[in-house]
């Protein structure tokens, strides 16, 4: 009993440094370097087109692409943009010339037919290197899938963005990185699992 209670208290006094340790195994961040485009898939409008405008201004890339998602019901009657609408803004008020933003596939409805429509874009331009850069936690689930799909062919990067709202070093303190951190552990098996 005196050795549960004392495992117990040891977690308790350090777990900042056990969840923090967590999420540091769980990461995984691409250093970026020049491709041949950059590539938003659908759910990061904050995070993600900043990112790619970065990468642009830097010269690392001259085109961005942006996946084709499933229209929402309020989407298709014009009541919100929609996903392409509201990251090619984005892109244009951060200084992305109209003629380097194009988009890729039509109706995609998760990650894994955004990196099958990928690869499909990238046979056809016969691209060899692409960056798609998304969230901490989701990194890991779509280099795997990026990787798993893509094969040797084409060098994929799959760099990690910090947000604003939480961070590796204190997930645990607010219930959007609770909830992004155990949403993903479950997508990854799901995507191991199925894919």
């Keep these: 009993m005196a050795a549960i209670v004392a495992l117990g208290t040891v977690v308790w006094v350090e777990r900042a440094a056990l969840l923090r340790s967590a999420a540091n195994a769980w990461i995984v961040s691409d250093e970026v370097g020049p491709a041949d485009a950059v590539a938003i898939f659908g759910g990061g409008p904050d995070d993600r087109p900043f990112a790619a405008a970065d990468y642009y201004r830097r010269g690392l890339v001259k085109t961005i692409l942006i996946a084709n998602d499933r229209l929402s019901p309020s989407e298709k009657i014009g009541a919100v943009p929609t996903s392409v609408e509201a990251n090619r803004e984005v892109l244009l008020k951060l200084?992305?010339?109209?003629?380097?933003?194009?988009?890729?596939?039509?109706?995609?409805?998760?990650?894994?037919?955004?990196?099958?429509?990928?690869?499909?874009?990238?046979?056809?331009?016969?691209?060899?290197?692409?960056?798609?850069?998304?969230?901490?936690?989701?990194?890991?689930?779509?280099?795997?899938?990026?990787?798993?799909?893509?094969?040797?062919?084409?060098?994929?990067?799959?760099?990690?963005?910090?947000?604003?709202?939480?961070?590796?070093?204190?997930?645990?303190?607010?219930?959007?990185?609770?909830?992004?951190?155990?949403?993903?552990?479950?997508?990854?098996?799901?995507?191991?699992?199925?894919?």
């Design 95 to 195: 200084g992305v010339p109209e003629a380097s933003i194009a988009t890729f596939g039509n109706d995609l409805s998760n990650t894994h037919e955004e990196v099958l429509a990928l690869q499909a874009w990238a046979q056809a331009a016969g691209a060899r290197s692409i960056i798609v850069p998304t969230e901490l936690f989701s990194a890991r689930r779509l280099r795997w899938a990026l990787h798993h799909v893509f094969g040797d062919g084409v060098t994929i990067r799959v760099p990690a963005l910090e947000r604003d709202e939480f961070g590796r070093d204190d997930w645990w303190r607010h219930e959007g990185g609770v909830v992004a951190f155990q949403n993903e552990v479950l997508k990854y098996l799901y995507y191991r699992i199925k894919y």
